[in-house]
């Protein structure tokens, strides 16, 4: 049981298009219920009508919810919801709505339905490497079996009604989530960012102590949901992941041509680390994971693959770890606990060196 | 300063973000932050909006008495004022949309770039809606036939226009 909670999201396969530098494509959508205030005001009963009426809904459709498991946020752990948000299935706030929260879960982990998070229904889809029209897709798919009993919020002029007006009209938020080492690297990012925000994507990566991105992981996502149609706000955010894919690699073309042995040099320390070290924080983690993805997409370190790379990221994070080893942790013992999970998933592959 | 995830304790761990292009501050206390060890980037951060709403009262209106006025204004459905609205940058309801509505879409237009809908809409809706946009794209291509003087093909896209019309009242199922 415990092992189940593990390692089986798709968008961790690594294998969709250009996964040498997307991680993860994710499509979400922001829907509420016609006559219900939006959750934050909504009544205790006002919420677990919602709840109500998404379980009806799922029973009238059994066939296309067989795969679904329901849980109530109430009912479960601390560590089991810590788990589903650092494998990206449910927010962060509603792992924290404690009254009425809930999520539905396909077994594939490619979809979850979040119930009562900031607007009543919150369908996304994540999936591995640049597959956003897929994951348009499978979110819609849900949309419309959703749509059939339960009677959205919607404006003909505004659309779909959320609670936030940063969602309104298509209620659609896609994101990219991007491994950039050369173009960080090469401080090549900077100016990237700029531009993004100039052209309405928003950009977020995670700042450590310095100005480095932690692990070099960069997400890029839609500004504007009212507006444009669902198609253009997708293909808008593919072109210009397309075109950050495009830069990334000529960065890592470049860092190949002028200083392969250094790039392979960091790649190979970090994987040696990763095999060898005691203590280690998740900020040293992620780094050295980069490093060694970067290897491994260069072809400098073969016999590892991407699942487990994919697989480390989600590992070495705090309710991950501490399921792993059964019990709770503390920060430094967290440190300790790291490593020793780390070298158990490495073990089961040989690097060619 | 409250720690920005729990909203009790005193915040004293600042991080640094980058949201929106821009780096930006997150302050927690030393409780949230040891929990979160890191942060999720995957997922929308809950940040107020404050910065944005907050001039937006004032922006909106000419006089102080028109400010107050404004202020005032409350939805019948969820009874959340505007001027909580601006402070929480949450809307309660779907209702809100009309009852603040013109001091809205000002705001949905500088964040959206537009205030109108143009995307995917629930089938229930979607007849009625497509009808509708027919119509206004018909009406504005009668116009273009009469300036360009096409009186016959504006005669035609008149009949077009009336039957569609009709078919409105009838419940928005297209003939
Ligand atoms: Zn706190
Ligand atoms: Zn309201």
Redesign the pocket.
């Known amino acids: 049981m415990k092992q189940e909670l593990f390692v089986q999201s798709r968008w961790m396969d690594g294998n969709g298009p250009e996964a040498d530098t997307v991680i993860s494509s994710r499509v979400r959508v922001a829907r509420n219920i016609e006559g219900i205030?939006f959750p934050y005001?909504a009544s205790d009963e006002q919420t677990a009508a919602v709840q109500e009426q998404v379980a009806r809904t799922v029973a009238d459709s059994e066939d296309h919810f067989s795969q679904f498991c329901y849980q109530r946020i109430a009912e479960m752990s601390r560590q089991e919801k810590q788990v589903l948000v650092e494998k990206h299935l449910i927010s962060p706030f509603l792992s924290r709505e404690a009254h009425n929260g809930a999520v539905l879960l396909r077994r594939d982990e490619a979809v979850s339905i979040l119930i009562n998070e900031e607007d009543h229904l919150r369908i996304q889809a994540i999936l591995p490497g640049l597959q956003l029209e897929e994951a348009w897709q499978e979110a819609n798919l849900y949309d419309d079996l959703l749509e059939q009993s339960i009677n959205y919020a919607f404006d003909e002029c505004y659309g779909y009604l959320t609670a936030c007006p940063t969602n309104v009209g298509t209620g659609l938020r896609a994101s990219v989530m991007l491994h950039l080492p050369a173009l960080i690297m090469t401080n090549k990012i900077n100016r990237l960012l700029g531009a993004l925000s100039q052209v309405g994507l928003a950009v977020r990566g995670l700042y450590g102590e310095g100005t480095e991105i932690i692990g070099n992981l960069v997400q890029v996502s839609n500004q504007i949901t009212l507006g444009l149609p669902e198609e253009e706000i997708l293909r808008n955010l593919y072109g210009i992941t397309r075109q950050i894919i495009e830069q990334e690699q000529q960065a890592r073309q470049a860092l190949l041509n002028s200083s392969r042995i250094r790039v392979a040099d960091r790649s190979w320390r970090a994987l040696g680390l990763l095999h060898y070290a005691r203590i280690m924080s998740s900020q040293e983690a992620m780094q050295l994971l980069s490093d060694v993805r970067l290897g491994y997409d260069l072809g400098i370190i073969t016999g590892l693959d991407r699942k487990l790379l994919n697989e480390l990221l989600v590992i070495i994070r705090p309710a991950c770890l501490q399921l792993l080893a059964g019990k709770v942790l503390s920060v430094e013992e967290r440190n300790l606990e790291r490593p020793l999970q780390i070298r158990n998933k490495l073990s089961r592959f040989k690097e060619a060196v | 300063m409250v720690c920005q995830e729990c909203g009790k304790e005193e915040a004293n761990i600042f991080i640094a973000k980058i949201i929106n292009g821009k780096k930006m501050e997150i302050h927690l206390c030393e409780r949230c932050a040891r929990e979160k060890e890191e942060f999720d980037i995957t997922f929308e951060p809950q940040f107020t909006l404050h910065n944005f709403f907050g001039g937006l009262l004032q922006e909106n209106v000419r006089s102080s008495g028109e400010q107050v006025r404004a202020a005032k204004i409350q939805?019948?459905?969820?009874?959340?004022t505007f001027a909580q609205f601006c402070q929480i940058g949450r809307?309660?309801?779907?209702?809100?949309f009309a009852?603040f509505g013109a001091k809205l879409q000002p705001l949905l237009k500088r964040i959206h770039g537009s205030a109108r809908h143009i995307g995917k809409a629930p089938r229930r809706s979607q007849e009625a809606i497509l009808v509708k946009r027919d119509l206004e794209r018909l009406k504005e291509e009668m116009q273009q036939a009469v300036l360009k003087e096409e009186f016959e093909e504006a005669a035609k896209i008149r009949d077009r226009i009336r039957a569609l019309e009709k078919d409105l009242e009838q419940g928005g199922k297209r003939t």
């Open positions: 205030p005001l | 939805c019948p459905k969820c009874a959340l809307l309660g309801c779907s209702s809100c009852a």
